[in-house]
């Protein structure tokens, strides 16, 4: 090497050294609250956006009328000032909206609410449609008065309609108006391009950096501000927030670590915790959740139109192995569909399938339920000295050979628990003689397979955020919904459920309807149209040193009432 | 020049096989090179080998469904677990040993897949010539130009999970173009040479022809050809599965890799990610090795296009 | 005009191939169980909003139809919307382009000029350690599994030793502050390049290397070098311009050969460093089922791949004067 | 004193079987402005001597003893600086046509012009391309195709580039190595001429190496013929061609005749093969080959005998 080329080269190892400490000092200027996000937000259209990161944006913005307080004991107004007043007919309500500005400082009024509801109604916006087709009438009595009324009395009407974003109609009105012309108006209105929304949340977008960051500055208009709401003092006190995205979460924990972001919005797996917890500026968060992982049936065929069969299954599933092992203990067994955390609706008195046996007690267990049922073994999995034994060669009770079968579950990218829980319930079903095997399918081509074509023997898919409200019960297994692209993907027809469930979404005393509710846990508990496996915990880490303030609730911190609350340390 | 064309004629000439073998192995431990890329090799066929041997002793050293009942969470090398577990206690050593076998297998049949169908391509190309051998090179051109990773990771994501053979016939029917050209222009020189002439003249069929006179002489560049493919599957199969799209039921490296880094492990649990990484590293490094090696042996001249992958 | 005549036949193959891929990935993808309407798992998505929602998107036309309506867009230069964004396709492939484009073309580059740099040298001290050393060193690297060596990477040098910033492309610090100029804003997208571009760069000049490498020793056998040697030229002198020019020929055609496969390791690459790139975009696209946009992608990769062919074999017929067309 | 001379010169090439000596005890004189041929069969050692002269023997082959003088300097263990120095501006080389002697990719004229400046530094880039110009005329080439590319080349004009390249620094010596094989007989007879032609005008010394015992003859007023490593016959054109001495000479002669006749048998000297020359035999290198063989030729090596003051033989009974 010449003198030169040394030269040279040491040149531009000092410009990588200056380069890296010159970045290190810029970025400590200012003190914005740094985000990460696990994936760039689709969109910034409030419609269109049904992924959790554009929802994560969008929460900042976006206000409904009302929502649940952190102890998620009840509804707050939120952009309405008091609660809904429902007239004597039981089917007319009016709220009062609280003096609210739009971040541009235009005034937020009823005829905003009353465009909102209009346009979910007139476009069909699906995901919404659904929760507004009962209402009849949308009127704005004045400036900040709105009046709903709908065509009966509905349940959940304050838990499930009034909790929707109100969009303002200066932003939305030409755009619905042009899109109304389309062909396609549905499309036209997912499809416009949302560059600054107008909301009246705590935050407004600053920029949004494709592929990089999204960079939000504080509201002055926040109507919240100052205020006391759910007993708690609104700010924001942050100036900023700067929404980084890290596609990994392996990469997203070093920058934890390293100081780069304060907080990683998205779930992270209990493997992380162990390492995490020796730094002492990182706290971790582990929070109940409003979710359901199950494995389901399809109950339109054999083998597993044989409700002793599922059970029979219910009993070989050990669900603490699953939770102790796969959840590393962050989680929790479920029995109903309904989470144990959902305690005013949850029923506790349900059967729990094999619970506190051991592997050779459950196969003896299922061994009885299934001889009892009708079918029989060429090798039985207990031997007649009452020895468990690999069974083979399972006949149905009408004596035909059990095919092989398949259990679906998303790939191992998509969640890895679940397809490793698929690999487990597959050798637990073999030792029964069940010949089932687990397929990962890709998560698009097995919602395919299970919704669409119902096309299945078993699959394992999960519910992430479950309302508090349990009308899902209903969706689930009410016969009406076992069609194409229907969430009864079961296949479960139940004249006495369906009964029950049409009368539960109607009754308006609480009291009454919980018991219709407890009922319905009941039956599912006894057909397993689904078997619910478990509750996952929402795992989030932050660092402590620079923000404080986190409201931990139900799915987590990463919640609006934190970021009305989150305070720069000292 | 005149070295290479010597040497190709001693490989059709069968009366010099002999000694041609004795000498091309002699120059091909003479290398450093082939010698660690052999060494190596052999290590890890020991390892696969050796993979039978963990279920037998103690179920719960079986890769896939064995869990340690004492262990329910990663943990480092012990006595009992001398890499370590992985986080549902499963052992991974056991699991680096399958993965062993599941390269070899998943590596080996791919390679030889891929140049069973280059080099049939190639021969019917070369030997048919105008357009069989236009269209034929055509189709070549345009599979060549795909990224072999994208299109089987879109079709393993498009059709669902994908099962390890089926992953490795995508693999083989997206690896053969760069074969089949070099087989295509070995087999238009021999096309012209006095045997195959004389061969044509006796009333030949061009079965015949191509598969007793062409083919034994095309071997030795498919078979130098197929350990350059060895190490293309085994990557591509490694990191498809790192990305999630590999078969589930199957443990290979790649997998392991995927379980440490989905399942949160990746900077915390060094015994469990390094050693699929070395290993994955170690076994392409060890086939591409061979292939050189047996490229200086075989013929200097013949390299250019099979290395560049 | 034979070279104009030249470049036109190569063209035409090109569109006819373009197209054949055209079509394949349009069958594909539609013969594809799993459309984006059902990926979304939410209980308020009843089964006629979802029904709405397939109609919107087209995608309940016969598959004919849908396939002119394809080709028609195509022709006018529209990809359609993205299922997954509801925005342009081509809207989003010019804002990845230029980040991949950087990332890889530099990549690639600079591992060409090591590489043949490097091999040269070696080339000229065969069967001496050096040699031997820098040859299983550009093995090793050549067969680095490179998503576990990105991590790696990653691990050392942003996080451990922390020279460099963990992933992305530009800071979100630097690029929100309002003093920031250009020349900052530069060297922080230098700065955050530099571990996906060593990344890649370890990965591929270990091939030219050896291409280089293998290249020279069979042109170090060529006459016109005894003829140089000789002419009384100086070692240096017959390296460089007679050996290595010559030699670096053959390198010329392996980087185009070889490019649809570095096109995977660039797609690693961006998906491990979350840079914001196509081949990421289409690793993306393809899991969430956005068909217009993984088409659009993979389309654009094969043309990419398509067009630099036949610009290295230009390339090649200029330096090589034997090559005329 | 001799321009170029060798004593008892042995070059061995190592090899993974042992050494092998590929030209044993070899002396020979060149005069200035003289011409002496080298004839044997491929593998007789001729070219390896050709390229000891121009020191440019391949890694693993090097001269074992003995003395290779160029204008009383010894080129053996001379620093490979000197050496460099020497070659083209003092000793040039015509390679044979066939071979890529030229760089494909730089333009034939460019390639002399380099080979003029670098050992003539002081010669301007112009004054080197009209000399170029002025050479290409000498060997009757047309100076415009100077800038063409060696493939626009044909066969012929490539052997006549090379020779003007040769040239190119006014050499003393010319070591021609089978310069015309593979050019078809009435361009090797051109470039024969032309060679001839140049020795004279030029007054330069030309080592020719041929299989081709005419060719040589054409060209070189001395001869010595080679078998096996060895000189086994050397005199000048005439007593060679006229008195041949030793049996593989007379074959050689033989074997060109019958060409020429086009009739008669193999000659019976060319059965068999080449000796190995990792492990000598104890006799006569030619002893399996010849017809005259005795068991004296088996046991001992034979020695040189004078036939006259330029003619020698290295056999025991040489007939005429």
Redesign the interface.
Known sequence: MTVGNRTRAALLLLC??V??C??AA??K??H?L?IGLG??P??L?VW?A?DANSNNILSQIYQPLYRHTPEETEMVPWLAAGPPEMEADGVTYQVRLRPARWSDGSAFTAADVAFTCRLIKEF?I??????WKFVDRIEAVDDRTVRFVLKEPMAIFLTRSLTIPIVSEKEWREVADAAKKQK?P??TL????VERPLGTGPFVL??W?????L?MKKNDWFFGQGLRIGGRLLGPFVG?I??????????A???L??G?IDMYWQG?????I??LEQHPEIRIFSSERSALYYLGFNLRRPPFDDPALRRAAAVLVDKSFII???L??YGSRMDSILPAGNEFWYNPNLTEYGEGLNREQRIRAVHRILKEAGYRWTRPPVDDAGKVQPAAGLRLPDGSLMEPLTILTP????D?HR??SG?LIQ?WLRQAGIPA?????????????V???HDFDAFI?G??R??LDPD?LR??FHSE?D?????NMSGYHNPEFDQIAEASEKTMDLEARRLLIYKMQEIIARDVPYLPIYLPREIEAVRTDRFAGWVQMLEGIGNIWSFCQLSPVN | MKTGNEQRDTLAAPAGRRDWLAGGWALFWENPIGKIGLILMACFALMAAASFVPPLLDPMYHPMHGVDPEISHATGPSAAHWLGTDFIGRDILSQLLAGARIAFMVGLSAAFMSIFFGTLIGMISGYAGRFVDTLLMRIADMVMVMPTLLVVLILSSLFGQLRIWTIVLLIALFRWPGVSRVIRAQTLTLKHRPFIEAARVTGASHLRIIFRHIFPNVLPLALLYMTFRVTSAIIIEAALAFLGFGDPGTVSWGMMLQWVWKTGHMFQAPYWLLPPGICISLLTLSFYMLGRAMEEVLDPRLRKEGESE | MEIRRYILGRLFQITLIFFVILTVLFLLFRLAPGDPVSRMVDPNMTPEDAQRLIEQLGLDLPMWQQYLIYLKNFLKGRFGISFHYGQPVSEIILNRLPNTILLFTSSIVLAAFVGVFLGKIVSWKKGERIDTWVTIGALVCHTLFLPWLALIIIWVFAYWIGWFPLTGMISAEIWTDPSAGLLRKGLDIAHHMALPLTTLFLIHFGSYLLVMRSSMLDTLREDYILTARAKGLDEATIRNRHAAPNAALPVITSVGLSLAFSINGGALTETVFTWPGLGRELVFAVSNNDYPLAQASFLLIAAVVLTANLVVDLIYAYLDPRIRY | MALLEAEHLSIGYRTRNGLLRAVEDVSFSLELGGSLGFVGESGCGKTTIGMALMGLLPANGSIVSGALRFKGQNLVGISDERLRKLRWKEIAMIFQAAMNALNPIQRVGDQIVEAIRLHEPEVSAAQAAERVRSLFSLVDLDPERSRDYPHQYSGGMKQRAIIAMALACRPDVIIADEPTTALDVIVQAQILAEIRRVQKEMDVAVLFISHDIAVVAEVCRHIAVMYAGQIVEQGTREEVFETPAHPYTQALLDAYLTIEEEDAALPQAMKGETPNLIVPQKGCRFYDRCPHADAQCRQEPPTWISLSPTHKVLCYGPRS
């Not at chain 1, 997912?190 to 391009?193: A, K, L, P, Y």
């Not at chain 1, 950096?209 to 960051?213: C, D, I, Q, S, T």
């Not at chain 1, 700067?242 to 990469?251: A, C, Q, R």
């Open positions: 990588a050294a380069l890296a010159a970045s810029w970025a200027s200012r914005p740094r994936e760039e689709r969109t259209n269109m049904s069909k699906p995901r919404h449609y659904s929760r396609k549905l499309a997912f499809n416009h391009t600053e920029k950096h494709k592929g990089a960051f960079h900023e700067l929404f980084k995205i890290y596609g990994t979460s392996d990469v924990m070093l920058a670590k390293k780069a992270i797996q209990p493997g992380y162990e390492n102790e092992r796969v590393q203990g790939p191992a990218d998509y890895p397809a490793i690999l050798q095997s687990a397929r990962p399918m890709s998560f698009g081509a097995l919602l395919q397979q919704k669409a074509r898919l519910y992430g479950l309302s899902y969706i689930f919904f069609r194409e692209r229907g969430w």
